[in-house]
């Protein structure tokens, strides 16, 4: 569900939470508004590139 939003939202050229919010997901059936705001939170996702990368590079056979 969240993929299909996604992409209707980038083809309508809406922003993330615009596009959850127009499919649905954020209400009394999907995410709370505390639960959006984390997802959304930039602070949330630092950090995580590194592993990303690392573990790209990894499955590529170029880092140990």
């Given at each position: 569900a969240v993929h299909a939003a996604t992409m209707?939202?980038?083809a309508a050229?809406?922003?993330l939470e615009t596009a959850l919010r127009t499919a649905g997901l954020v209400g009394p059936d999907g995410l709370t508004e505390a639960e959006l705001a984390a997802?959304?939170?930039?602070?949330?996702?630092?950090?995580?590139a590194t592993a990303f990368v690392d573990r790209t590079?990894?499955?590529?056979?170029?880092r140990g």
């Open positions: 209707a939202g980038l050229g809406a922003d997802a959304l939170d930039p602070a949330n996702a630092l950090g995580a590079l990894r499955r590529a056979g170029t």
